[in-house]
């Protein structure tokens, strides 16, 4: 059987190119006390993807909870190499876009965050190949 490209629009917040495997919940995350800076894992017991590494995968969540330390949280993982390679939002998220803002002056390594429709979110699995382009575009192979 052969595999066909899905084509996803999304808005860019942050530009840039990224691909990885999706990890993906429809529940909003806290990065303070959620996620461990030093091995992408995700430790907030209570959230659906606790104990999954978000380190380099396309991590797809609609949106942070808690507070401005997300950005802190997200600087450090992106200087311990920990990051997401890119970040699936429904909508613009400053907290995300300010980390990546940040990253990309203090490290030029921004972290790509790309806004999408709540349907076209809601399209989205854990463990499927995805490729984010720079103009917001996010292509999954089915």
Do not use: C
Request: hydrophobic residues 40%.
């Amino acid at each position: 059987m052969a595999s066909t490209i899905d084509v996803i629009r999304g808005r860019p917040i942050v530009r840039g190119r990224a691909e990885g495997i999706a990890l993906v919940s429809s529940e909003p995350i806290s990065f303070w006390g959620g996620y461990d800076y030093r091995t992408g894992e995700i430790i907030d017991r209570r959230h659906p993807l606790s104990g999954m590494r978000a380190g380099g995968r396309v991590l797809a969540v609609p949106f942070t909870r808690g507070s401005s330390t997300t950005t802190a949280v997200l600087l450090e993982a992106v200087r311990a190499g920990t990051a997401p390679a890119a970040i699936l939002t429904t909508g613009v998220d400053s907290f995300f876009a300010l980390a990546s803002i940040v990253a990309d002056e203090l490290y030029a390594q921004p972290i790509p965050i790309v806004a999408l429709e709540p349907s076209d979110f809601a399209r989205l699995k854990s463990g499927e190949h995805l490729t984010v382009q720079e103009d917001g575009t996010v292509k999954r192979l089915e």
